[in-house]
Nanobody
């Protein structure tokens, strides 16, 4: 059974930085040909949960939402069981609950339905 535990959320002022971590136990990273994927989604009150960034843990290929490209970096540790989201130049519109998600056979990393495992979420608040 895959279990995901997020950490690293908090409150910062606009322009600041935060790093989120997702520890994935029971998860298989896969190889360069597999489509095992870990992603970060976020959800602000009254909005849909949206994909922010994702990494195919076998190949290392990444996806970024255009709104965060150049500011956020997703990476994985050598054992590929901790996925980190470095967030820089944070903006008030980045304020949301951030969720880690893991899936196997992920064809479209932006789609929630592709992921069968979710963490509890960690809050990120950016003040202006």
């Amino acid at each position: 059974q895959v279990q995901l535990v997020e950490s690293g959320g908090g409150s910062v002022q606009a322009g600041g930085s935060l790093t989120l971590s997702c520890a994935a136990s029971g998860y298989t990273p896969g190889n360069q040909y597999s489509s095992n994927c870990i992603a970060w989604f976020r959800q602000a009150p009254g909005t849909e949960r949206e994909a922010v960034a994702a990494i195919y843990t076998g190949s290392g290929n990444t996806y970024y939402d255009p709104s965060v490209k150049g500011r956020f970096t997703i990476s994985q540790d050598n054992a590929k069981i901790v996925v980190t989201l470095q967030m820089k130049n944070l903006k008030p519109e980045d304020t949301a609950m951030y969720y880690c998600a893991a899936g196997f056979y992920v064809a479209d990393p932006t789609q929630r339905v592709e992921y069968g495992y979710w963490g509890q979420g960690t809050q990120v608040t950016v003040s202006s």
